[in-house]
């Protein structure tokens, strides 16, 4: 059963001026270590980043959460490069979050689906 969905766009330009402006203090206050750690490998950092943005965005967006924060919300990648999402300290224990994100060289998007977790017989 669906929760809810989310989409979000967000101009690269505008994420890397971000960090150009905050540097870390802002790159640690939205996006995990391993998250960080996992940008680095990456050609294009700031596509990428932005990416991570976008799907935490529609994340928010679909959960409808006030009280849920940008660390709670981790975007990685699967063994075969899908990006997953999982909601961290104890807040996702009963949904699953479904994500997908794209980017070119001035925009990234992110669309988030939010279903029950399916119960096992």
Known sequence: MIIGTGVDITEVTRLRQ???????????????????ENAKTRGSLYQHLAGRFAAKE???????????NWKD????????GK????????????????????HVK???????????KAQRT
């Open 106 to 116: 001035n925009y990234a998007v992110a669309n988030a689906i939010i279903t029950q």
């Open 18 to 36: 971000a960090v150009e402006k905050w540097g870390k203090e802002f790159l640690n206050r939205i996006f995990t270590q391993e998250e960080l």
């Open 73 to 80: 919300v981790e975007i990685l990648n699967d063994k075969e």
């Open 58 to 68: 529609a994340v928010f967006k679909a959960l409808g959460d006030a009280k849920l």
């Open 83 to 102: 990006p997953c999402c999982v909601i961290l300290n104890g807040r996702g224990k009963k949904i699953d979050v479904h994500i997908s994100i794209s």
